[in-house]
């Protein structure tokens, strides 16, 4: 027996609307606005062990912005209980799947979803003293488990900041980014994204590892300097219209990736990436210095490509109280128990799962 479910995200479609070209500045090299719509689908089938599954899936993030604009997801299946929810503790919305009795255990979600390449201008930004923070945004200065701001981390922030002689948040997070791009790199042993520990990586000078490590660790020490910044968990998919490395269509189970920003009083959210001027280092074998390199790391500190969606900015998550998955560093991948035992979210065989991809042209698929 299947069922199904619907979701529809109301938003505004002025947030559809590319930036105007006149807020880049005219010598500033930017990532071109460029608008498509894609449909994101997880196709999951657990193992039939076992009296009892349950499934959690991060879906394209609800909080309509200029650059992601999400028109709503859909399911099929034949769960025995099936709902569209939200992250505990955020508005960022996931869905939960769960069979009652053995047997095959299969399930189908789609996210339709806009995004435009996103670019902020920082040539003429100029900060405005004693201007308060918002309410909301202060939190992105507090510490979390996996995200400490005292020690060696708030130790380290302090010195890159002194050897820099930043002042303004601007120039502490801009020395905090290429303190990272210069003195990380991308270690393609690491599982997954990793997990972003960033106080063993600083204590044991290993500043390897993947997105979630080196990107965290902007996001740590950047608080530590006292400038608020988050990360952002989510997925690619689409190709890259500039490095072919940095992008991936069609299969893209493994295709996770996060994306820090920091915040700018009278400005608002910034986008940075420094583990994608890394990774592009490692699978190009060009050195630091190399143009092309020097390009990207210049464009990565104020633009996003949007070939990626975001699914949330959730730390420390714990899916359900009654879930063996139990505390998670961040939830960016499926998630699943099959009679009372966890299954590897790295392991997408084993879990029996596969995320497609596909650009919507008009009403049909771009192929």
Not at 201 to 229: I, Q, Y
Not at 234 to 256: M, N, Y
């Amino acid at each position: 027996m299947k069922r199904r479910d619907f979701i529809k995200l109301a938003g505004a479609s002025a947030a559809l609307l590319p930036v105007a070209p006149s807020v880049f500045g005219k010598d500033q090299e930017v990532i071109r606005p460029r608008t498509n719509t894609y449909r994101l689908t997880y196709k999951v089938d657990l193992p039939s062990d076992g009296n009892k599954a349950r499934l959690w899936l991060p879906l394209p993030d609800i909080n309509d912005s200029a650059h992601q604009f999400s028109q709503g997801s859909v399911w099929s299946g034949n769960a025995s209980v099936a709902k569209f929810d939200t992250v505990p503790g955020t508005a960022s919305p996931m869905f939960y799947g769960e069979w009652r009795g053995s047997g095959p255990r299969n399930v189908t979600v789609s996210s339709v979803v806009k995004t435009t390449n996103r670019t902020v201008d920082l040539q003429h930004y100029s900060e405005r003293r004693g201007a308060a923070l918002p309410a909301d945004v202060k939190r992105y200065l507090q510490a979390t488990k996996h995200v400490p701001l005292d020690g060696i981390v708030r130790k380290t922030a302090l010195s890159i900041v002194k050897d820099t002689n930043a002042h303004s948040s601007l120039e502490k997070a801009k020395a905090i980014y290429d303190w990272v791009v210069d003195n990380s790199y991308r270690d393609p042993e690491t599982r997954g994204c990793g997990r972003g520990d960033i106080k063993s990586m600083l204590e044991s000078g290993n500043l390897g590892g993947k997105c979630a490590d080196l990107n965290t660790l902007f996001v740590g020490l950047t608080r530590a300097a006292g400038v608020p910044a988050r990360d952002n968990y989510g997925i690619r998919i689409d190709e890259s219209a500039a490095h072919k490395t940095l992008g991936r269509s069609g299969d893209i189970t493994t295709a996770q990736h996060c994306r820090p920003e920091f915040y700018l009083v009278g400005l608002g959210w910034v986008p940075v990436d420094p583990s994608d001027v890394r990774q592009l280092v490692l699978d190009e074998e060009l050195p630091l210095g190399h143009p092309r390199v020097a390009l990207l790391r210049e464009k990565l500190f104020g633009s996003w490509e949007m070939n990626w969606v975001a699914f949330n900015q959730a730390r420390d998550v714990t899916l359900a109280r009654d879930s063996v998955l139990g505390e998670l560093p961040f939830f960016m991948y499926p998630q699943a128990e099959v009679g009372g035992h966890a299954r590897d979210s790295l392991e997408p065989q084993e879990f029996a799962y596969n995320i497609v991809s596909a650009q919507l042209v008009g009403t049909g698929i771009k192929f």
